[in-house]
């Protein structure tokens, strides 16, 4: 008995030891396992957290790509720098992230294809760059700019083939192409674009013309300008479309990149997948094992206990798999289970939810992207609808603005052009420089709002520095003798004078500065106010205009706020002086959109300086009349402060200069001259000049004489034989220089004396066909009326387009002046319905001309689209109104050969 209880306990060690040990294999393979699924979750965890930057930050690249793009339709994009440090930034991110993604990946195939994927987006990254770079070069923030430019140059050359080549201007509108060919091309703009080619038929009309070799060169130079424009706005397209297609490429890199980084963590939720049935296996081998040397009361325990574990293993087997296939959402069972059960099922949990989370940023990254790109559409259709709203108003206040001027400035030239006394003629000269001095208002107001809608293009053409000076502060010479303000003014030599730029734009600039120096400058006490305006170049050889002035001065205070639009020194500085506040604004922006800037300092109840420096080009043609060729000046000549400009100017340009500062002297020096010099007479007192020529006559030597005379009121220029009078205070330099060269040239011809125009003495009937005249302004009509007359023309008034439209089917007219915007029926609607009916029926085409107080630049475009013929800006010149009927008037409506085109 002992024996076999013996035996019985040694086998139940036995068969104790035997499953203790497969029990022990067992919990070290579960071990194992556990360690594995540890792992698994680790190395999920860590492809996430890369997945995810990478998801962010391709996404943001994205956004900033989409940004530079959609700025494009926004009229320019500001420096680029910042995006494309900010784009390096996150692709150096998104690549670092993926490096360490693709070392831990197990798949050598798939870390292969990875590696190669890194490679192609350092390349597309370069790609990127590369084209940032060159849109910065290129411009992009001033292709908007560079349209306008090649608009500009298209117009130039335009006008001067119309006016010397009607062939020529034909082929260029023909065959040449267009800056929106350009700009709505969609793969890079046109492939080439050969300047002679086009160029080629251009030159052969022009040859054809007999123009002088000069002007085809001219023409030429200018072509190839505007070709050149083209090309680099195809640039800019090119390289707009070439960044669109390397972002797209990688874009499309990097999500195919985070793919492989989800395939390869797939592949190892399945291996571990895998392993767990390995293990399940095992396990149930080992119990079952166990289970035979356990005794057979214990079979029943054992086989409902591996039945359970199996159960169990199955259930996480099966949700791994369901994971694996993409579906979330599911409950995990046996989450309660302190045993490795629990940890396997507690690890599969936090793999779901973070499965689950990484599918919700998704999709939110998604709904975020669609709706800043909702965002960024809306924005830019108010961006768009601000900006015709701001060129609705200007056009508006434009219109309604000129409207009464026309008939201010018209009425005022029509009565110049009468016989008239001295007293109304200086009372109309008033007359005129008021309703000048209201458009200059009305123009600084437009000016504003044109330079905030960003609509002020400027012009870049020759123009004559020292005439343009010299003319601009002449302005205000009557002005400043009556605040008993001197007028000084003075230009180095070294200064070019003739350079490149917007002589509208520059004069402007002037007449503010100059103006509100005057202004500031007039005295009551007795003293005489002084005004200096002088030009030089500084150390670079920009050239400066300085504006000096010894007025009231100002505050440090009032200087930082000087160039804010309506600002003013105070409300007693308005009160006295006048003004708007809006001349300093606008000269400042005009000075900046120059490239140049504006230097003011002041000394409240001393004076003030201002200093405009301009880098302007200088032009190739510097006139050869100014040099003076050893002409031999004798000066008496009073100008304060500036005494020495004289003996400085006039050497510069080969003529010898001796200031006289007595009478005698200067009587003794004329009347001892062996040579044939020229006197300068330039006292303060017109009594005294009058004496001291007299004077030089009587000595008999036939002396020339040019006379610097100070009033506004008696006539200049080559008055008498050797006699040639110019304005002082301000004095005109351009002038003198030709009064000398006339006066050594012996020429005796006199300008043409103020009085009644050329042409209007005896208005004849000049056509056959009367004018028809669509005007609903009675003023304006009475001016178009008078206008005609003057120039010999019979006219016809309608009140409106619809009344216009009903006058031309009853009758025939060789020419239709249409105000644009009219009641009922406005000009644009009539003309479109005369030519709707001149096509129906076959009537010959009766030429119309809109006459529109809109001065923006899109109206003329918008008058052709309508079917106009021309255009004339309100206030209308007799002299513009001439042109416009010698160009387009029909006498005979039969002819039918009419070839001109609109312009």
């Known amino acids: 008995m002992g024996l076999k209880v013996s035996s019985q306990l040694g086998l139940l060690v036995g068969i104790t030891v035997s499953a203790l040990t497969l029990v022990g294999a067992f919990f070290f393979d579960a071990v194992s396992m556990l360690g594995r699924v540890n792992s698994v979750r680790a190395y999920e965890e860590e492809i996430l957290s890369h997945v995810t930057t990478i998801y962010l930050s391709s996404n943001e690249i994205r956004r900033l790509e989409t940004r530079i793009l959609a700025s494009r339709f926004n009229g320019g994009l500001a420096d680029l720098e910042p995006d494309r440090q900010r784009m390096e930034a996150l692709f150096e991110n998104a690549l670092a992230h993926l490096t360490v993604a693709a ?147 990688l874009y499309h890199g990097l999500g195919d990149l985070m793919e492989e980084l989800r395939a390869d963590a797939l592949y190892r939720v399945e291996d571990a997948r895998f392993e767990y049935d390995r293990i399940s296996g095992q396990m149930v081998t080992i119990i079952v094992a166990a289970l035979l040397f356990v005794a057979a009361g214990s079979i029943l325990s054992g086989l409902f206990l591996g039945k359970r574990l199996s159960r169990q293993i199955r259930n996480i087997s099966d949700i791994s798999r369901r994971m694996a296939k993409g579906e979330t959402g599911i409950a995990i069972p046996h989450l309660d289970m302190q045993n490795e059960i629990g940890d396997m099922a507690r690890a599969l949990n936090a793999f779901g939810e973070t499965a689950e989370k990484l599918r919700q940023l998704n999709v939110g990254l998604e709904e975020k992207i669609a709706e800043r790109t909702r965002e960024l559409e809306v924005q830019t259709q108010r961006a768009e609808e601000g900006s015709k709203a701001k060129s609705s108003f200007l056009a508006h206040m434009s219109h309604e603005i000129r409207t009464p001027m026309n008939g201010v400035v018209g009425l005022v030239e029509i009565l110049s052009s009468t016989d008239l006394t001295d007293g109304q003629r200086r009372l109309l000269e008033t007359i005129n420089e008021s309703a000048d001095h209201l458009l200059r208002v009305i123009d600084d107001i437009l000016d504003v709002s044109k330079i905030e809608a960003g609509k002020l293009d400027l012009e870049e053409v020759e123009l004559d520095l020292l005439q343009l000076v010299e003319r601009s502060i002449e302005t205000f010479s009557t002005t400043a003798r009556a605040g008993n303000v001197k007028l000084l003014n003075y230009c180095n030599p070294r200064v070019p004078r003739f350079v490149i730029g917007d002589p509208v734009r520059l004069r402007q600039i002037i007449l503010n500065l100059v103006g509100n120096a005057v202004k500031f400058s007039k005295r009551a006490d007795g003293h005489a106010g002084m005004v200096e305006v002088y030009a030089d170049l500084d150390d670079c050889g920009a050239i400066r205009l300085h504006v000096v002035d010894n007025g009231i001065g100002m505050s440090q205070q009032t200087i930082d706020g000087l160039f804010t639009a309506f600002q003013q020194a105070d409300t007693s500085t308005a009160r006295q002086f006048g003004g708007t506040g809006l001349g300093l604004k606008i000269s400042n922006r005009l000075v900046a959109m120059m490239g140049g800037s504006i230097d003011v300092e002041s000394t409240l109840g001393k004076g003030s300086e201002f200093t405009v420096n301009l880098p302007l080009k200088t032009a190739e043609r510097q006139e050869a009349r100014d040099d003076l060729g050893g002409a031999r000046l004798l000066g008496f000549v009073e100008i304060p402060d500036k005494s020495d400009c004289f003996p400085k100017f006039f050497p510069a340009h080969g003529a010898s200069f001796e200031r006289i500062l007595d009478r005698r002297e200067l009587l003794s020096s004329v009347a001892q001259a062996e040579d044939d010099p020229i006197v300068l007479l330039g006292s303060f007192s017109e009594g005294e000049n009058d004496a001291l020529l007299e004077d030089i006559r009587g000595l008999g030597r036939g002396t020339k004489v040019l006379v610097l005379d100070p009033s506004r009121s008696t006539a200049k220029g080559m008055v008498s034989p050797g006699i040639y009078v110019s304005h002082r205070l301000p004095v005109h330099f351009g002038d003198i220089l030709n009064g000398i060269q006339a006066l050594r040239q012996g020429q005796s011809s006199r300008p043409e004396a103020p009085g009644k125009q050329a042409g209007t003495d005896a208005p004849a009937q000049t056509g056959e066909l009367p004018v028809l005249i669509c005007e609903d302004n009675r003023i304006n009509q009475d001016v178009l009326t008078r206008q005609l007359q003057m120039l010999g023309y019979a006219c016809d008034l309608a009140g409106n387009g619809k009344e216009g439209l009903e006058k031309w089917q009853a009758g025939q007219y060789g020419l239709i002046l249409s105000d644009c915007h009219m009641p009922e029926m406005d000009g644009y609607a009539m003309t479109a319905a005369i030519r709707e009916k001149e096509a129906g029926t076959g009537r010959a085409k009766t030429p119309i001309i809109a006459v529109t107080a809109n001065a923006l630049k899109e109206e003329p475009s918008v008058c052709f689209a309508a079917g106009m013929d021309g255009i004339l800006t309100k206030p209308v010149k007799l002299d513009d109104l001439k042109a416009i009927l010698e160009d387009w008037y029909i006498a005979d409506p039969a002819d039918t050969s009419d070839t001109r085109v609109p312009s």
């Open 103 to 249: 070392s831990v990946v197990s798949n050598d195939e798939r870390r292969s294809i990875m590696e190669e994927g890194l490679k192609q987006i350092g390349l597309y990254q370069r790609i990127v760059d590369s084209q940032l770079q060159k849109i910065t070069r290129l411009g992009l923030g001033n292709a908007q700019g560079l349209l306008g430019e090649i608009e500009t140059t298209r117009s130039e050359i335009a006008e001067r083939l119309k006016t010397v080549s009607l062939a020529a201007y034909m082929v260029m509108l023909e065959q040449w192409p267009e800056p929106r060919d350009m700009e709505a091309a969609t793969s890079g703009g046109l492939a080439n674009v050969d300047a002679s080619e086009f160029l080629a038929p251009v030159r052969a009309e022009l040859q054809n013309a007999s123009l002088p070799d000069s002007q085809v060169s001219e023409i030429e130079t200018l072509s190839r300008l505007y070709f050149s424009q083209l090309e680099a706005l195809n640039a800019v397209n090119a390289s707009l479309v070439s960044l669109r297609r390397s972002s797209e490429k």
